[in-house]
């Protein structure tokens, strides 16, 4: 095989990065060779995805093995894809704490670690980062506004002033607490300007999504948290923007696809035409417009700014916490402005270790768990 061809394992290659990984590698044929696919429970889609693209390893949750049909494909874990030698990049496009070990598997083996999952850094960021540096694997952020601060970094030999991470304000900007209240699960789900997963999309309707960017940031560009902050930017056209020490900023903009910071991350320092990726059409743009963020009706981007600055386990009880209210309110077990409620308890309950071990996190992890959910009234 010809040697630039990159060979790309996707973990969670079923959800909507892991799809849009996909879109990317099929536009940009000779370039990669999907090597595994991983998914949870979507077997009918794996099917498609391993007909297609006939990987060599692939892995799944569900126990409902006969609806994937594949002679050539052999099954291994997810850690065991993500440590293969023969895999050059992974792509953690998995949701919640879900790609944590696999992300480990593969920054210890010492792979491109191309990383959607904000989950895994934000719980376990100081591990993760330095286990990068003793095992010499690099970490490309696909996260959108990670993606727009890496390539504004990209070239730069001094450190940022500043980072101002945008946020489109989700689909409730603006609106009182009394209809925060009222508003489902539904509404939730329909973001303004990004295609996004589910338990994404709720998070940037509660603007915990930018939170979780802020520790995100924090680790993949090594800059204390108080350099760190957060414009609201509804047109979602700049991605992000960073400030240097003679005051002057860099952005990047593109319209709101993940297939952008998809296809850097994979095709990076090298930039590559895509005749399917939207160009951005100047008459057609009425204006870009900024305004600050709602800290008293969203609560969710406060508790994760001071679980930043605490740090330690408390990163990983926020998201613990807000896996689980998610998950209700989704069900509709709960209200929307329940979701801050159950993750204030949850912070105000803990008593944080300050520089815990993976047993340390995965122990806070599902002990918070647990006791969301029965904070909740619920049973588990
Ligand atoms: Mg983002």
Redesign the pocket.
Known sequence: MDNSVKNIAILGSTGSIGRQTLQVIRNLPRRFHVVGLTAGKNLELLSEQIAEFQPKFIYYQSDNTSKVKSQKSKFLSMEDIARHPEVDTVVIATSGKAGLDATLAAVRAGKNVAIANKEPLVMAGEIITGEAKRCNARILPI???HSAIWQCLNGEPQPPKRIILTASGGPFRGYSEAQLDKVTASQALKHPSWKMGKKVTIDSATLM?KGL?IMETRWLFDVPIDKISVVIHPQSIIHSMVEFVDGSFKAQLSYPDMRFPIQYALTQPERVPNAELPKLDWSKIQGLTFEMPDFKNFPCLELAISAARTGGTCPTVLCAADEMAVELFMKEEIKFTDIARLVRQALQDHKPILHPTLEDIIKTDEQVRKSTWKLAGKKK
């Open positions: 996260d959108s506004e999504n960017e």
